[in-house]
């Protein structure tokens, strides 16, 4: 279910660095948090994620402790949109 999120540059960048795989959850911290490099990004996932912009797959057995945060067909379409 999607909620509607204003776009900000600051939302954009996330979802380009979603695309490049650069945003990563780790599956055995407690509550789920997430990386961007070394920043911790999980309320900005949790945000874009509500918004149905991305989506956290399921970690699939012996993959490891991080997955790889995936933009949603509605987060390609705002990259696809964007100009820049």
């Given at each position: ?6 776009m ?41 994620e ?20 995936e ?14």
């Amino acid at each position: 279910m999607s909620h509607p999120v204003r776009m900000t540059l600051t939302r954009l960048a996330f979802l380009h660095a979603v695309r490049a795989g650069e945003v990563v959850v780790d599956r055995l911290g407690l509550g789920r948090p997430a990386y961007k490099g070394l920043r911790k990004v999980s309320a900005q996932l949790r945000e874009l994620e509500r918004a149905g912009w991305v989506s956290v797959p399921s970690r699939l057995p012996g993959s490891g402790r991080t997955v790889v945060v995936e933009l949603t067909p509605a987060g390609r379409e705002i990259l696809e949109a964007d100009p820049s």
